[in-house]
């Protein structure tokens, strides 16, 4: 089992909806979680850090359950601009707690 | 500043060629790794370095070797390289309260 999981894509919703990533991970040692957004094969850039009290910023929205060993990304009212591939990432203390990825997921929102 | 530079941002080489990948960080950052990244794929780590002189294999180190000579910079070598190889090859570094900086990355293609 891959240590990140992520819904499959893509996703294609219109400008204004909402949207709802999930990812799953499998290491009940993991310490830290992130979203990271990435465009067009470009470097991944992060996103939002991914809290237990679950965090927010504008528009997005991230939440942790720990004991369900998931994660999720909400986005609101969907810009063109969002339009990219979300990954799904965690630390875990080992690899010298590299970033550990999903395989990514893509959202395209069109007009 | 220049954060994390790699070079080459492209290159195609033949089967069986090798080649180094340089990534060079100016952040004074201890760890450092090397990802590649292929059509549908997340991030997966090939080698890491938790600091000067020391290296470790990740998820996919085979077919590559690293060093870490100097602390700024991180090479990724390919001996003989194989079609297998394409890829888009990411570089990053971290802080020790893991904030990571990715370089923009290194396109090669082997034919």
């Known amino acids: 089992r891959k240590e990140v999981e992520q819904d499959p894509g893509p996703f294609n919703v219109p400008e204004g909806a909402t949207v709802a990533f999930n990812c799953t991970y499998s290491?009940?040692?993991?310490?830290?979680f992130f979203w990271y957004r990435q465009d067009c094969r470009k470097e991944p850039k992060l996103l939002m850090s991914?809290?237990?009290s679950g965090n927010e910023d504008g528009r997005f929205t991230a939440q942790l359950n720990r004991a369900s060993q998931y994660i999720s990304l909400l986005i609101r009212d969907s810009k063109l601009s969002d339009s990219a591939t979300y990954l799904c990432?965690?630390?875990?203390?080992?690899?010298?707690?590299?970033?550990?990825f999903g395989k990514g997921t893509t959202l395209s929102v069109s007009s | 500043n220049a954060g994390v530079t790699q070079t080459p941002k492209f290159r195609v080489l033949k089967t069986g060629q090798s080649m180094t990948l340089l990534c060079a960080q100016d952040?004074?950052?201890?760890?450092m790794y090397w990802y590649r990244q292929d059509p549908g794929m997340g991030l997966r780590l090939i080698h890491y370095?938790?600091?000067?002189?020391?290296?470790a294999k990740g998820e996919v180190p085979d077919g590559y070797n690293v060093s870490r000579l100097k602390k700024q910079n991180f090479l990724l070598g390919l001996e003989s390289a194989a079609p297998s190889q394409t890829s888009v090859y990411f570089c990053?570094?971290?802080?020790?309260?893991?904030?990571?900086?990715f370089g923009s990355g290194t396109r090669l293609t082997v034919v």
């Open positions: 990053a570094s971290r802080t020790v309260n893991y904030g990571y900086t």
């Open positions: 290491n009940s040692a993991s310490q830290s």
């Open positions: 991914v809290y237990s």
């Open positions: 990432a965690v630390i875990i203390n080992q690899a010298g707690t590299a970033l550990i």
């Open positions: 952040m004074n950052h201890e760890y």
């Open positions: 370095s938790v600091g000067e002189g020391t290296t």
